[in-house]
């Protein structure tokens, strides 16, 4: 059985938006937030038993979230793609145990709320750190250029007129 038949076998059943092979050994799968932890089980329950991490990017219109999932020799990414404003996803800690620290890494980086995780204490940042202020957030980027024009827009204008 190749790759790709293992794979949708093991996720039959469950509303994946899509589902392709970028290269060798390699299946992406995105799906919808509440079906992750669903989805996730079936992969496991399917012979992705290893969590190796989970990667999270603002894309400014969407924060990707991808769980990069192992049988030993292929892997798997389960892709969801949330609203910068729709901050909650659930934990699939009770999946893949392993997960614990990556989903703290994103709350903590990124201020996407892991639901049902069982520790969200920061293993990071300081805990002098402001509280609502995510360094891996695009919208601080933002909010920073923003601060910088307003500046510059402030300062007269120094040329002469000839």
């Known amino acids: 059985m190749s790759l790709m038949d293992r794979v949708v076998a093991a996720i039959a059943g469950t509303p994946a938006k899509t589902v392709h092979s970028p290269r060798d050994r390699r299946i992406n799968i995105e799906v919808e937030k509440q079906y992750l932890k669903e989805t ?88 002098s750190w402001p509280k609502d202020n995510y360094p891996l957030r695009k919208d601080n980027l933002r909010q920073e250029q923003e601060k910088k024009t307003e500046d510059t827009e402030k300062q007269p204008d120094k040329t002469e007129a000839v």
Not at 65 to 94: A, C, F, M, W
Not at 97 to 106: D, L, R, S, T
């Open 40 to 127: 996730a089980k079936k992969l496991k329950e399917g012979g992705f038993t290893h969590i190796s991490t989970i990667t999270v990017q603002d894309n400014v219109t969407s924060i990707e979230i991808l769980y990069h999932l192992s049988d030993g020799g292929n892997v798997v990414n389960l892709r969801v793609n949330l609203d910068p404003q729709e901050k909650k996803i659930p934990s699939i800690t009770e999946v893949y145990p392993g997960a614990v620290f990556y989903e703290q890494e994103v709350q903590e980086l990124i201020g996407v709320e892991i639901e049902n995780h069982p520790s969200m204490s920061r293993i990071i940042l300081p805990e």
